[in-house]
């Protein structure tokens, strides 16, 4: 097996690989070689159900808060018939 060097890496860089793979309960080298395989298309990559993917996106709702939002909102479900002539 090849070693590699990576020199001048960005300090936020590797902060970021530090906190991942802490995280992830990996060793840095390890983590490193797991995204470089799945970069360059050597390993599947993770797979998220649709709703973690858009999740950050649209964000999730607290029963409280649909509650809110049925008491605010319901008078839109009521139709007037003078709003038709």
Same mark, same amino acid.
């Given at each position: 097996? *090849?070693?590699?060097?990576?020199? @001048?890496?960005?300090? $936020?860089?590797?902060?970021?690989?530090? $906190? $991942?793979? *802490?995280?992830? /309960? +990996?060793?840095? =080298?390890?983590?490193? *070689? $797991?995204?470089?395989? !799945?970069?360059? /298309? +050597?390993?599947?990559?993770?797979? !998220? @159900?649709?709703?973690?993917?858009?999740?950050?996106?649209? /964000?999730?709702?607290? !029963?409280?808060?649909?509650?809110?939002?049925?008491? =605010?909102? *319901?008078?839109?479900?009521?139709?007037?018939? !003078?709003?038709?002539?």
């Amino acid at each position: 097996m *090849k070693s590699i060097t990576i020199h @001048n890496l960005d300090s $936020r860089l590797a902060a970021l690989i530090e $906190r $991942r793979a *802490k995280e992830e /309960g +990996l060793s840095m =080298n390890k983590l490193i *070689k $797991r995204l470089l395989a !799945q970069a360059l /298309g +050597l390993s599947p990559q993770p797979r !998220q @159900n649709k709703k973690e993917q858009f999740e950050d996106l649209l /964000g999730s709702w607290s !029963q409280e808060d649909f509650e809110e939002f049925e008491k =605010n909102t *319901k008078d839109l479900r009521t139709i007037d018939p !003078q709003d038709w002539i």
